[in-house]
């Protein structure tokens, strides 16, 4: 079946051109309200997104994704293999959030607070707008042929992009081992340290790779986030949209022309300039509807409403609005689907929090030694050997630890070390340890035993195991 003419755009995306090789984007320098606005978020964001890995909250840094040894720190919360369950209920927290957002607000994620739109919009675009100038200029230095000032410019503009890159890519190294450890591998010198500089070398290449020619094609293209957009946008979420019924009229789009009666004629407030096309940094027409490949940058409703106020006509012919909005005039409200977004939303953040309440500074396992059954000693006593492993999630040494026998009469014996023991902070206490009890005060071959740990004689967290007996004693 053709493809209707108004629906072309479809078949194609707006990055590659038709003998199938990268058309290349070069966007107008956006400016107005909304630029304004971006830019104060983005730089805040910026700042947090670069500060966090070197902010401490108790000792412990503030944001760390620490992927290899499995330890997360989230606003300063430490995460522990152990807390897993606890990570994971926050990751699901972050997606069924952002989805409510998205249903609401559609990409309104993607243009105000994703780091690649940041760090390409906020910080690559800018330095290249500073080097190059605007689109025409860079247009314009693009078909130059490579004398002086083309090999200067470009040369200047990749060798920031490519320090930028690299400084980035620490960042992103402090996010992931650490921020101490990263300052004290600079300190000690990178090449003592090559396994985790050639991490950061290939990090650099990513984003240099990435921001200097990539671009916005990982929005368009790459990002699983913009290919779900298909399945919780609709008719109802608000997103940048073009107000097609007033920009077309009866008559359509035209160009303008003083003293022309636009009304009279049926013409609608589109004067056909192309501005919000040179605009956008996706390289897409919103005047054909909402399109996957939009990452509601607003960039055009900043430049339509330039349009509009230098014509005499009231701004807001692209703006925040849904489609339902456009056709019918209808407000926003809450649907159904959201309604239940929120719902889902607040009995995760409930169970989180109710988690969180009840998550122990210390984690302690008992378990018996593998291969192990139980030993038959004199005076009818049962002996089981176990190994202890006792997690210290804080930034403190826990002192004066000591594990007691809780559910029956016995005695608890530590292997190779005194009764009582030092837990480091944010760190893990292991050994061996026996357990004694009398054949009588058993109940059959397998019994639920309750060990407590007590730090300086304070009950601080309590751990079961299974003791072995013999089966006759069943
Ligand atoms: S900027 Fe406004 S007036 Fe110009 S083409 Fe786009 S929608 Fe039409
Ligand atoms: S269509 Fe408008 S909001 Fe969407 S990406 Fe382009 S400039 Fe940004």
């Not at 957002?101 to 800018?126: N, Y």
């Not at 004067?271 to 040179?278: K, M």
Request: charge should be positive; include cysteine; glycine fraction near 8%.
């Amino acid at each position: 079946m053709e493809t209707p003419e108004n629906e072309i755009f479809r078949d194609s995306i707006s990055t590659i051109n038709e003998e199938g090789k990268r058309a290349w984007v070069y966007p107008k320098k956006p400016s107005g309200k909304y630029y304004d606005k971006r830019k104060l978020v983005s730089y805040g964001l910026l700042a947090f997104l670069l500060a966090s890995p070197f902010i401490k909250i108790g000792g412990n840094q503030f944001l760390m994704f620490n992927v290899l040894e499995r330890r997360f720190n989230i606003f300063g919360f430490p995460f522990w293999p152990q807390d897993f369950h606890l990570f994971v209920i926050s990751m699901i927290i972050g997606v069924v959030f952002i989805t409510l957002f998205t249903v609401a607000f559609g990409r309104i994620f993607c243009g105000w607070i994703c780091p690649q739109t940041i760090f390409m919009e906020m910080v690559f675009r800018r330095i290249e707008y500073w080097i190059e100038g605007d689109r025409n200029k860079q247009r314009k230095l693009a078909r130059q042929k490579w004398d002086a000032e083309k090999i200067r410019k470009k040369g200047l503009k990749l060798f920031i992009f490519l320090i930028i890159s690299f400084l980035i890519a620490n960042v992103f190294l402090a996010y992931l081992i650490g921020s101490d450890r990263l300052l004290e591998y600079i300190a000690e010198g990178p090449l003592s340290h090559m396994g985790t500089l050639i991490p950061l070398v290939i990090f650099t290449a990513v984003f240099y790779f990435v921001f200097a020619w990539f671009r916005e094609q990982v929005c368009v293209i790459a990002c699983p986030y913009g290919r779900l957009q298909g399945v919780l946008l609709d008719t109802k979420s608000i997103v940048v949209a073009y107000d097609y019924k007033r920009g077309e009229g009866e008559n359509g789009r035209k160009k303008f022309r003083k003293d022309e009666d636009r009304d009279a004629l049926g013409h609608g407030d589109c004067i056909d300039c192309l501005q919000c096309v040179h605009v956008c940094p996706t390289g897409i027409d919103i005047r054909n509807g909402t399109q996957l490949e939009c990452v509601n940058c607003t960039a055009c409703i900043d430049e339509c409403d330039h349009i509009m106020e230098s014509i005499n006509l009231p701004k807001g012919l692209i703006r925040y609005a849904s489609e339902e909005n456009i056709k019918n005039n209808v407000k926003f409200k809450l649907t159904a689907r959201m309604k239940g977004y929120i719902a889902v939303l607040t009995i995760l953040i409930g169970i989180l929090t109710g988690m969180l309440f009840l998550r122990n500074e210390v984690e302690a396992n008992v378990l018996r030694l593998p291969g192990q059954l139980y030993e038959h000693k004199e005076d009818n006593i049962i002996s089981n050997v176990f190994t202890y492993k006792l997690v210290n999630k804080t930034t403190r040494d826990i002192q004066d630890v000591t594990l007691k026998l809780m559910s029956h009469k016995g005695t608890l014996k530590l292997v190779a070390t005194s009764n009582s023991f030092i837990v480091p902070k944010q760190g893990i206490a292991e050994g061996s340890l026996f357990i004694e009890i009398n054949n009588s005060a058993l109940t059959g071959d397998r019994n639920k035993i309750k060990i407590g740990v007590y730090a300086g004689g304070k009950l601080i967290e309590t751990c079961t195991a299974n003791f072995l007996g013999p089966r006759s004693y069943k």
